[in-house]
Each structure stands twice: as structure tokens, then as C-alpha cells.
């Protein structure tokens, strides 16, 4: 549905509408944000030893200091939720100095190792998932932050990041070779002798292997399916998802029927 903000404005297009030509979105891709520069966007940070919300998220929140972190482990979703200091299963995911306050990494390696495992993820990789703003069906008033974890950037940890993490190279697995390929091209170029100071090679990200290479996005008919969301009547909390070492969905307490609706869509 077309927002006020958006309605045709024929004073600022200089035309009539009647002048204006019909196109059809059918066929088209709504291009992913990821491949664009997203520095402003919601993002949490996923590594093997924490994650980290970004001041983008945090300010999102307004007056949030605690909150909740939920797991949809069926639709592979990470769910924040609002939260009072008290509150069982709590979280401080922020810094508060004078009123100003910024994200903050929350440790915690027990429930990272779920988390890496849950979605087949490398611990040699950090993760990073833009997130969308929500509102929960029953309470409109309540802010909901959603990453849906399996639409993701990859990039390489440096070996002393892996370190820092507890991390082996029996962790990497497969994916052995190719990192530590990367280690020496970062040996390589901070070591060069060019009489200047080195530059540090830039970040590339990788993609989930569904996003085809030559893709822009997803298709404007499943695009519009998402904007509305069934969600938390499987989520877990924190707490759950770290407590089991193979939790089942079953077991876990329901939230409510809830649902959520993204993008304030109607």
C-alpha cells in the first residue's frame, strides 16, 4: 500500500497523472541492500566468541538499555525485543555515558557456538545481517528488531581475531585453505616494501551460495510476500537456546500467536 509520503505529487513531476506511463513490476528483482553501501543500516555482528548491534540499532530503540534476544530457529530469525533492567533473561546491549548511548559487544561463546552451528556457519568467519524495524500484531506500541540470519555477509577473521576467539584450525574445516590463503595475502601486503605506509586490503564480502552470482535480488512477487510475517509462536529466548545442548522446538515455552509485520506494512 502507498504511504502519504509517496502519493503522486503532479506539481513536483510537472505532468498530469493522466501523462504519466504505466510500467508493471512483474518480472523485476528489488536489488539486496547488501550489494549497496549500508553503513547507516541496522546490523548485528556475529563471531564466534559475541555479537554486536551497531549505534544504527540502538538509536532505533529509543530509551532501550536491556533487552531480549529471541531465536526462530524454523524461519532462522533473531528476534531483539525491549526490555526492562530487571527482567528475566535481560541483556545490556548499549553503553549509556551522558545520555549518549552506544553498542556494545555482548560475549558470549556458549551461545555463539549454537548459533554457528544452527545456521552450518565457518568459525572462521565473522557475520554480518542487516535488520528490519517491526511491530508485534498485539502491540503496536512495542518495537521489534528481526535479522534474518541466513541473509548475511561473510568476511574473513584475521588470525589473531581467531585467536582472540578461541578458535582452531580444526574449527575451519574445509575452509582451512582458503583462510589461511587469506592470512598470507594480509601478511603479504602489511609486510610489502614500497616505502610507504601499507595499505590494509579491503574487506570482501561473501554471500550466502543461494544468492546466484549474476542475481540482483529477489523477485518483486516474493518481496511483497515478506513484508508480512508470521513469527514468535517458535521462538526461543537467549537463555533456552544456550541452556540444551540440542534443544528441541517443542520444548521450548511459547511467546504468543503473535506476528509481525515488517516494513510497517498494513
Known sequence: MMSDQTKVNTQALGMPKDALPRVSLEGSEVVRRQFMSHIKEIILTVRPDGIQFNNSCVQKMEGCDYINI????????????????????????????????RGRKLTGRDFCTRLYRMMGWNKGYYYKICGTPALRE??????LLVFELEEYERYTLTAKARRSAG?????????????????????????????????????????????????????IEEHVQRIRIDVLDEAVSMRDFTGLDEPKVADSPPIGAEQLRIGGAP
Open 70 to 101: 529471541l531465536i526462530n530457529r524454523q524461519k532462522r530469525w533473531l528476534i531483539v525485543r525491549p526490555c526492562g533492567q530487571d527482567d528475566r533473561d535481560a541483556q545490556r546491549w548499549c553503553n549509556n555515558k551522558d545520555g549518549v548511548r
Open 138 to 143: 498485539d502491540d503496536e506500541g512495542e518495537v
Open 167 to 219: 578458535v582452531t584450525d580444526e574449527d575451519l574445516g574445509e575452509q582451512l585453505e582458503s583462510i589461511k590463503a587469506a592470512d598470507a595475502e594480509r601478511e603479504a601486503t602489511s609486510s610489502a616494501e614500497c616505502g610507504e605506509k601499507p595499505k590494509t586490503p579491503r574487506r570482501k564480502a561473501k554471500y550466502p551460495d543461494s544468492w546466484q552470482e549474476d542475481a540482483f535480488g529477489t523477485p
